[in-house]
């Protein structure tokens, strides 16, 4: 299965710890999406990556919040110091190009914060 | 800026009747529109979505949409709704430069028996 692939599936965290959320994207594809779902609410922009680059990061939370796409690897999502209100659904989606009509979603990541 | 807003979070059908989803979007420019699903503890998946061509988009699963600019709506239809159609509907506004988009708020639609 060549599509995007985002572990872990389920992440449970205790208050002020971090998380990791990965994503690898398509294969071919160079550029990222994370999206934030949180319970009864539609899919809400974070950040767009392409390799090594942030490209927009306009919906990212200020503190707290970083994502990178390495040059090798997945890219990841980084939450330090988690709270509550982090508990969402982060997806993941990639993309062939910039100008690119159509995203191709992971199955998510349930972060769950104690 | 975009948005886009999906009236009624929740629609009940019964199998066999007609599936309406509304969808009315707000661009500043010429939008792409699409419409996905997703099924409970999946991501999305791409339903059909609207580039500029015609109006009329046929998409996956029997599954359809118009764009109306004067109505600056994307309505997605299904003559006859099957159990299997039971599932969140999303429908989403981008510019085309990127993948970026703005997502509504989902319809959750049910199908009775």
């Known amino acids: 299965n060549a599509g995007v692939m985002q572990n872990p599936r389920h992440l449970v965290r205790r208050r002020g710890q971090e998380a990791r959320l990965r994503c690898s994207p398509m294969k071919g594809h160079s550029h990222v999406y994370w999206y934030r779902q949180l319970p009864e609410e539609g899919l809400k922009f974070m950040v767009y990556l392409q390799k090594e680059n942030i490209i927009d990061e306009s919906g990212m939370p200020k503190e707290r919040f970083s994502a990178e796409f390495p040059k090798e690897g997945p890219s990841i999502l980084r939450i330090q110091q988690v709270v509550r209100g982090d508990s969402a659904a982060y997806f993941c989606?990639?993309?062939?190009?910039?100008?690119?009509?159509?995203?191709?979603f992971g199955s998510g990541t349930q972060l769950s914060v104690l | 800026a975009q948005s886009v807003t999906q009236l009624g979070s929740h629609v009940s059908v019964s199998e066999g009747a007609l599936v309406l989803l509304r969808c009315n979007y707000s661009?500043?420019?010429?939008?792409?529109l699409f419409w996905y699903v997703q099924y409970p503890n999946q991501g999305l998946q791409l339903l059909l979505k609207y580039t500029s061509a015609a109006t009329l988009v046929k998409g996956i699963n029997g599954f359809e949409a118009e764009f109306k600019k004067s109505e600056t709506s994307f309505h997605l239809t299904k003559p006859s709704a099957h159990m299997s159609d039971a599932a969140e509907y999303f429908c989403?506004?981008?510019?085309?430069?990127?993948?970026?988009?703005?997502f509504g708020d989902g319809t959750t639609l049910t199908v009775k028996p």
């Open positions: 661009s500043s420019v010429p939008p792409y």
């Open positions: 989403a506004v981008s510019s085309g430069t990127t993948g970026k988009s703005t």
């Open positions: 989606a990639s993309s062939p190009g910039q100008n690119n009509e159509k995203l191709f």
